[in-house]
């Protein structure tokens, strides 16, 4: 126990004059790289219920629901939302008819963000804090829309 | 006349590769990067376009003595022009796409056209480089959404590699392959984060090391202005740069000896011409 006070005094000391470099990773860096790690999803799961809600996280959104063209519901990140699926599909229907080259509809409410992202004959109803851009709208999309196509052949 | 030798011991065939150069930071050598790889890449025999994606604050035209381009990219944004139409030829073979100067043409811009734009071009070029804005904006997302891989780009300090990681993370939501990451303007000094350290934190491979280097700074200045690759293509920056780009090309060496262009040489010139006898002005 002595020795090692002594050895860890003398490091010290040697540390100190020579000016040696502090090695390893301080809090900062442990931070940042516990970030890049939490960074990263792994999509590869067999149930479409579990992929919606890693796709709710790894795009930082509060909910996701996608429904087909007719309303029926196909997947929510919520558990079930029906009507969700409906009033979505219906207002995109709606807006379509007065503005047919429509290709997205984002609405502020005074919470956030209403998102609907019309992909593959499916409408995508993303609810965010803030708003998302069309591309990160269409990389939900093509996420869900890959895990479909896996699964599907 | 400069007498230029390559010697690379592997190239590779490639199809088409669009590659942006990202950050997170500003000012941390972006345009720089893409820029001096371009030219290292069509130095050696690969054909090039560098893209100024950075539709606000358009840089690479500056860097590049082209900021006259009657055609930029805002045109073909806008669908007032084709991109073929913004292709100019920039140093020693490169091709360039400028963006525009013009503030009232950034308004009306739509950038999510940029994939298309870019994709309508992918196969007449090995390369293709997008130097993308800074942040993590719009214009940003659909530069990195216009590319099939991101190389990122960041100073060796915590907010700089805070930043990239961001970045790296916006990436990956778009499910674009991150090829590496690029430290710039080093300095070797006691504090700066190390390339190990990176590579742990970011898990990512470490494309380059970028020394800082005054003869940068030199890029932009009238007289003696001019891309690094261009102007000084000796300088430890450059050299690094090479480095960068031929681990982009996936070949093992790429090394320039530039016969005529000693500085020793170079030196003794410009004081013998002054004492040589200038002809009559007609």
Partial sequence: MVLSKVSTVVRKVASKVL????????????????ASRNSKFELEVEELSQLIKLLREKHAVDSIVVAYNNGSLLISSNGSDLKEAITGTAMLSYIR??????????????????????????????????????????????????FLKKHSD | MINQEFIVSKKLVFMGRVICIASGKGGVGKTTLAGNVGIALAQNGYSVCIVDADIAMANLSLLLG?????????????????????????????????????LENYRRVDSERLESVIDSIAGQFDFILLDVPAGIEKNVLAAISASDEVLLVATPDPPSIADVLKTKIVAQRLNRKIIGIVLNMVRGEKGEISDTDVMKM????????????????????????????????????????????????????????????????????RLFSIFKKKPKAA
Wanted: charged content about 25%; glycine content about 8%.
């Fill in chain 1, 19 to 34: 000016d040696l470099e502090q090695t390893g990773l301080n809090e900062q860096y442990k931070m940042i790289k516990e």
């Fill in chain 1, 97 to 146: 008819s007065e503005i047919p080259k429509s290709e997205s509809v984002f609405i502020k409410k005074s919470k956030g963000w209403y998102m609907l992202y019309p992909f593959s004959k499916k409408v995508y109803i993303v609810h965010a804090a803030s708003n998302l851009h069309n591309v990160e709208l269409k990389a939900i999309a093509d996420d869900l829309e890959s």
């Fill in chain 2, 66 to 102: 082209m900021q006259s381009s009657p055609i930029t990219l805002h045109d073909v944004l806008l669908g007032e022009a084709t991109i073929n139409d913004a292709i100019y030829d920039g140093p020693k073979g490169v091709k360039i796409v400028p963006s525009g100067l013009s």
């Fill in chain 2, 202 to 269: 970011l898990e990512l491979p470490v494309y380059g090391i970028i020394p800082y280097d005054p003869e940068v700074w030199k890029t932009f200045l009238h007289e003696k202005g001019g891309p690094l690759m261009v102007r000084s293509p000796n300088a430890p920056a450059a050299l690094a740069l090479r480095k960068t780009a031929s681990k982009i090309v996936g070949a093992e060496i790429a090394i320039v000896h530039e016969r005529g262009k000693n500085p020793i040489a170079g030196f003794f010139n």
